[in-house]
């Protein structure tokens, strides 16, 4: 299994990926905030295809900065693998480097009770409800679960 950050030849890839894993039609401006910092969008390949991805973005502000994972996700067969695990914890260890970086956060859809599970282990927590979120997707509310980075830990609890 290769993990590496996303390159140009990459995004169709990724783009393809994506039709096939999530419910949502990604426009081009997601591709772009991909590659602004490769190194929080990162790909998994088991030979030539890929299997896995986390895509996120940096959100500077003036003194500080946020992690938005847009998505993490793993085919099907390949689960139950360590791969969104290896995949997050890479992306968070990155931004552990920059003491700037002082959360990490991302939008669940209030009914994927697997992904709020994995993210709780890794110390997110559920910080906001939002109605209304998502379009065309039942339900349509989603969670913000969110991390503080400014402790400066990235692994689950024993």
Do not use: W
């Not at 290769?2 to 990926?17: G, N």
């Not at 419910?23 to 030539?48: G, M, S």
């Not at 991805?53 to 003036?62: F, N």
Request: proline share 5%; with cysteine; charged share 25%.
């Amino acid at each position: 299994m290769a993990i590496v950050p996303i390159q140009e030849d990459d995004v169709d890839k990724l783009m393809r990926f994506n039709a096939a894993m999530f419910p949502v039609n990604y426009q081009a401006k997601f591709y772009d905030e991909c590659r602004v910092v490769p190194e929080v969008t990162l790909l998994a390949f088991n030979e030539e295809e890929l299997v896995a991805s986390i895509a996120c973005r940096l959100e500077r502000q003036v003194d500080v900065a946020k992690l938005y994972i847009m998505t993490l996700g793993v085919l099907a067969p390949y689960r139950r693998q360590g791969i969104a695990t290896t995949l997050l914890q890479r992306v968070l260890g990155f931004c552990l480097q920059d003491e700037n970086v002082v959360e990490a956060y991302l939008h669940v859809q209030i009914s994927n009770e697997e992904a709020i599970a994995f993210y709780e282990k890794y110390g997110f927590k559920i910080v906001d409800k939002i109605e209304n979120y998502y379009r065309r997707i039942d339900p349509p509310h989603c969670y913000v679960l969110a991390k503080d980075l400014r402790q400066r830990v990235d692994r689950a609890p024993p």
